[in-house]
């Protein structure tokens, strides 16, 4: 049977969570042990497939086609370990399945209560991925303590504490200790009021990790530890790191948590094994060089909308020991007409994925940048279907050219709806999702970045490439180095008398990792790095 290790949040949102949560995944992988994590999230949509970037950020897709938080992102970076379906639960999720069964009559006419049939579907959900071989779950409660729609989860977890016994399950809890500029002092009273608050639902905290601006005096530790009665070597301190959030694991770990939850669980204490994670840091810390690359998208005032998208250019600068500094372009502003200069100047453009109408012209022309200025290019979805249009438009002369999505009377619609999607209604959950097999061409740059020709990636679209245009595009010189099996889907296109112009229809973000950059922007950075040297002689 799993261990389990709960993670709750106090006094404001936004202190990092999934981060931390992540990370101490990160220690436990390190001790040696087999985890599982999981993020449970109180709001009552169903998932956060059909919710805004400005009110949640990007929406996470696992292999099995789940449409989760961006947490679950964090905890593949960080942890290496694939998420899945039951990663991530909702209210709303939980709700419908209950009501469901209520529909059915599987509770056989008894009334509905959110004790026990709401915190019994909740500890359900959690000990679904209590699996053969797992030694803990760690499960992070989305919200704050104090909001009315997590007093379920926080009786869910409590109810479990009581079942599964003290040795086998912690709570840890994330809080902000500010400082008050006006008066130099670190205050400690909303840390108490959110201990307080989950004391009275009956769950103890084992270990507090404490947000700050400032270092916590010890002083300030011992207070924390008093009033809320936990012991004072778990009072952790967590401030923002200085170079990358790949720090916060070594943080953690150099004030004893990882320590401090295995003899917690009774578990063996093997040392751990932090040295690639190490190195990893030292040569964010120590960089080469700097390569400047810039992101055309429609939500560039959102670092959280492509939350993936950014990591993954980091890590493809990681793998060739460089920095990257990412420039924020709106698609509007170049289709205005506005920061050309700036497209042009970085080394490399990359045009994300996205939704909607707004910002589409721009996107097409950064494309067009990218091609006639031999600038290295990385279209990712939306952003590959933008580099089809451009080129058809552009190169084939086939004016008006569009996707059938924004354009339905176009005269040429080279994206167009798949044809399984022609008769979905619904919104959620009816993309084409997760992990899709496709085939690379040989000689391609595609082909050489992965070193193989068969490739696994995540999906998230409704639209694709009209096949009725590939035979003429390829005449013009667009290659399509990636389709489906079966020959039907463009997976990839690339365009070979180019330094690096290469787009996909998946979303390669999402598989990258820290340690395991993403061949699609280990190259594509590379590309870029090579372009600051052409620039620099």
């Known amino acids: 049977m799993a261990k389990y290790l709960f993670v709750t949040g106090g006094v404001v949102s936004s202190l990092g969570k999934g981060i931390t949560a992540a990370s101490i995944g990160q220690l436990m992988i390190s001790r040696g042990l087999n985890i599982r994590m999981q993020k449970m999230d109180p709001y009552l949509n169903v998932d956060p497939g059909t919710m805004s970037p400005y009110q949640h950020g990007e929406v996470y897709v696992t292999d099995d086609g789940a449409e989760t938080d961006l947490d679950l992102g964090h905890y593949e970076r960080f942890t290496g370990q694939p998420t899945s379906q039951k990663s991530n639960y909702t209210a709303g999720r939980i709700y419908w399945d209950v009501l469901r069964k209520e529909r059915r009559g599987d509770y056989l006419g008894g009334t509905i209560q959110m004790i026990p049939h709401i915190t019994d579907a909740l500890k ?241 022309k950064a494309a067009q940048i990218a091609r006639e200025n031999r600038i290295p290019y990385l279209g990712i979805c939306l952003g590959m279907q933008c580099a089809v249009i451009e080129f058809a438009r552009n190169v084939c002369g086939l004016k008006g050219a569009d996707s059938s999505e924004r354009d339905k009377d176009t005269p040429h619609p080279v994206i167009c709806l798949m044809e399984e999607q022609e008769t979905v209604i619904d919104l959620g959950g009816t993309m084409r999702l997760g992990a899709w097999p496709c085939k690379l061409k040989k000689g391609t740059r595609a082909a050489e970045a992965y070193k193989t020709g068969d490739i696994s990636e995540r999906h998230r679209h409704r639209y694709e490439v009209n096949n009725s245009y590939r035979e003429q595009m390829e005449a013009k010189g667009l290659v399509f180095s990636g389709l489906s099996p079966d020959g039907h889907l463009v997976e990839m296109i690339e365009i070979i008398d180019h330094p690096w112009y290469v787009a996909s229809q998946f979303h390669p973000e999402l598989k990258s990792q820290p340690i395991n950059p993403h061949p699609l922007f280990k190259d594509f950075i590379g590309a870029a790095i090579a372009r600051t040297a052409v620039k620099q002689s």
């Open 124 to 364: 359900e959900a959690i000990r679904s991925i209590d699996e053969a071989g797992v030694d803990i779950i760690i499960c992070e409660i989305g919200g704050t303590v104090g909001d009315i729609e997590g007093l379920t989860f926080l009786e869910a977890i409590r109810q479990i504490g009581l079942e599964e016994g003290p040795d086998n399950v912690m709570y840890i809890h994330l809080t902000y200790v500010p400082y008050i500029k006006a008066a130099g002092e670190v205050k400690t009273k909303p840390t108490q009021q959110s201990v307080a608050k989950l004391r009275e639902i009956g769950i103890l905290p084992h270990a507090l990790i404490c947000r700050s601006e400032v270092a916590l005096t010890d002083d300030v530790r011992r207070k924390l530890s008093l009033f809320c009665n936990v012991p004072l070597h778990a009072v952790i301190e967590e401030r923002d790191v200085e170079h990358s959030i790949y720090e916060v694991p070594l943080v953690l770990s150099e004030q004893g948590l990882d320590d401090l939850i295995m003899v917690h669980f009774r578990l063996a204490r093997p040392p751990a094994k932090l040295n690639k994670w190490r190195k990893m840091v030292s040569d964010i810390v120590h960089p080469k060089g700097t390569v400047r690359i810039g992101v055309v998208g429609k939500y560039s005032e959102l670092q959280d909308a492509y939350k993936s998208i950014f990591e993954a250019i980091e890590h493809g600068g990681m793998a060739h020991k460089y920095s990257v500094e990412i420039i924020k372009i709106a698609a509007e502003d170049v289709e205005d007409g506005k920061r050309i200069d700036e497209v042009l100047s970085v080394d490399g453009i990359l045009v994300p994925g996205g939704f909607g109408e707004r910002g589409i012209e721009g996107k097409i």
